[in-house]
């Protein structure tokens, strides 16, 4: 009875420790599987981090692809409006000393502008807007009525406009002379002032057809010259007439051949 009784107690305790052998495996593979699980989460929600991530990322480089696109399109902008604007102040310029228009041309000149032409006298360089506004106020009384300036761009280089220009007679349409200018711009105030003036003319001595008109013109008047002094007449009234020949011929070789000086 007590080998019966030492078997059962024996066979429980086996039991036991089978019953205890098979929850810890099924802990463990609980556990495992949890752990599994909880990786698995852990990695999906990495994997959706990351893409959130990259979403985010994408979305940031295509704001700044944006507004880089936007930022150059509108420097653009204003690079070609500033260009504009430039050639518009140079030409506005011309229109004004076409017009004789003093306080048009005062407008677009700035304080600190320079001038170099070799229309001046020993090519001097004029120095602030006061001098500048006087060559253009001497330059427009030496035009006159009679004589028109036409401009045409030439090339424009961010705020550099250049142009070519020439003098013409309004009635007879003839050259008087031709030249090209260099008009540096800048901005003042929120206001495309020019700062900078270089005017070149081409010497009137090179203009062949004018030397051809006036050699022809001074011949008719030796001409005439020669039909009025008739032996015989009376000796004041020629003097007179030759004194009043020789001064107007005086005066149209000094037109076409004397340089212009200020």
Not at 112 to 118: A, D, G, M, R, T
Not at 199 to 218: D, K, V, W, Y
């Amino acid at each position: 009875m007590n080998q019966l009784h030492s078997n059962r107690s024996t066979l429980k305790q086996y039991t036991r420790v089978r019953k205890l052998e098979s929850d810890w495996e099924e802990s463990k593979d609980e556990e495992k599987s949890d752990q599994a699980e909880s990786e698995d989460e852990q990695k999906s929600d990495w994997e959706e981090n990351k893409d959130e991530e990259n979403d985010n990322k994408k979305e940031d480089r295509q704001a700044e692809e944006t507004v880089l696109k936007l930022y150059t399109h509108i420097k653009d902008r204003n690079i070609m409006e500033k260009d504009y604007q430039a050639e518009e102040t140079v030409l506005k310029l011309y229109s004004d000393i076409k017009d004789r228009n003093i306080d048009g041309i005062s407008e677009v000149i700035g304080d600190e502008c320079q001038f170099f032409s070799n229309f001046l006298s020993k090519y001097r360089l004029l120095q602030g807007k006061k001098q500048v506004m006087a060559f253009f106020y001497w330059l427009i009384m030496k035009l006159g009525k009679d004589i028109k300036i036409i401009v045409k761009p030439t090339f424009k280089d961010g705020m550099t406009v250049g142009v070519q220009w020439q003098l013409e007679c309004d009635k007879s349409h003839i050259q008087l002379g031709k030249g090209f200018s260099f008009h540096i711009c800048h901005m003042y105030q929120g206001k495309l002032l020019i700062k900078n003036v270089e005017m070149f003319m081409e010497p009137i001595f090179h203009i062949e057809h004018l030397r051809l008109r006036t050699m022809a013109f001074a011949v008719s008047m030796a001409e005439k010259i020669f039909t009025f002094l008739r032996p015989g007449e009376n000796t004041r009234r020629q003097a007179i007439i030759l004194l009043l020949l020789a001064l107007l011929l005086l005066a149209a070789a000094a037109f076409y051949f004397t340089r212009l000086s200020f």
